[in-house]
């Protein structure tokens, strides 16, 4: 993520960096979920963040977008690039070569909740505006998750706005030299409007 957080900052963000214990490193769940969600909590709270107000807009790819729309509720917006959304999915799928039984060291079928707290698509609404982009020909997290969980997270009357460029890979997602990356730093410039149209409609 360090070439995506240098040309935010070039635009003018204040950016942290968040790193989250990952499996053999003292990574698991809750953990590794508890680590961002901890990460998110030391910002919001530090001098620095206090230092530089605007929304607080957490920026995720893969893994690491599973982790930031499980925060959504700590921020005022998500960006989910290529994210995993469905844990018993992606383990049903033995995606990443069975990353997710190598993670969670059991099935769904064996620790269901744990499978559960894990997926985004299970913790539904976000209640916070978002943007999801995947490339359709996306061969580690394929497509198909994206838009699942896109058509679930609508239905629970989340705003997410999904952009599908098609010769996006998964890694391309977190290249600030794609053409894609220009939209989404356009749209993160549009959160404080996004926001307040969502508290505005949640309150209405």
């Known amino acids: ?113 744990i499978y559960a707290g894990a997926s985004p698509v299970r913790q539904l609404p976000l209640g916070t505006p978002a943007l999801v982009v995947h490339g359709a020909v996306d061969q580690r997290v394929p497509v198909e998750h994206s838009l699942d969980f896109i058509a679930r997270a609508r239905m629970a009357g989340d705003r997410i706005d999904f952009v599908s460029p098609y010769g996006l890979d998964h890694l391309d997602a977190i290249d600030p030299a794609s053409p894609t990356w220009p939209f989404v730093r356009g749209w993160m410039d549009k959160v404080p409007a996004q926001v307040h149209r969502v508290r505005s409609s949640s309150s209405a």
């Open 1 to 113: 993520m360090v070439p995506l957080a240098r040309d935010l900052v070039r635009q003018g963000w204040a950016v942290a960096n968040v790193e989250y214990r990952r499996g053999g490193n003292g990574g698991g769940w809750p953990e590794t979920g508890q680590d961002v969600r901890s990460s998110v909590s030391a910002i919001a709270a530090s001098a620095w963040r206090r230092a530089a107000p605007g929304p607080l807009v957490g920026v995720g790819h893969s893994v690491g977008g599973q982790l930031a729309l499980l925060a959504a509720d700590q921020l005022d917006a998500v960006v989910a690039l290529a994210p995993v959304t469905d844990a018993a999915r992606t383990h049903r799928e033995g995606l990443g070569e069975n990353a997710a039984a190598e993670f969670f060291g059991a099935s769904p079928e064996q620790a269901p909740g």
